[in-house]
């Protein structure tokens, strides 16, 4: 079975840090590009950062940058958000994808992530 499942959400205080977690089994996890995206309250999905197979390339949308670090551990089949200096804004859910191609894209069930004092 095909899973993927996101830990390490909570409440953090302004400021604070998180290590998102995501999680993969049932495929090859070293063959897919992971992405986060993340979900605000009333609003729309949007983008968070992205992160090649191999790891050697990484990408982060500009209000993160400089303060979340997307990583992985193939062996481990796992990838990871670190998230510091969070703000108020950073409020959501947390989803990761693993994409090989537009239809071969799997996702997980989310984590939230709640940033308030």
């Known amino acids: 079975e095909v899973q993927l499942v996101e830990s390490g959400g909570g409440m953090v205080q302004p400021g604070g840090s998180l290590r998102l977690a995501c999680t993969a089994s049932?495929?090859?996890?070293?063959?897919?590009?992971m992405t986060w995206i993340r979900q605000a309250p009333g609003k729309g999905p949007e983008w968070v950062s992205a992160?090649?197979?191999?790891?050697?390339?990484?990408y982060y949308r500009e209000s993160v940058k400089g303060r979340f670090t997307i990583s992985r551990d193939n062996a481990a089949n796992t990838g990871y958000l670190q998230m510091n200096s969070l703000k108020p804004e950073d409020t959501g859910v947390y989803y990761c994808?693993?994409?090989?191609?537009?239809?071969?894209?799997?996702w997980g069930k989310g984590t939230l992530v709640t940033v308030s004092s």
């Open positions: 994808n693993a994409e090989r191609s537009p239809t071969l894209n799997f």
């Open positions: 049932g495929f090859r996890f070293s063959d897919y590009d």
């Open positions: 992160i090649h197979t191999d790891g050697g390339r990484t």
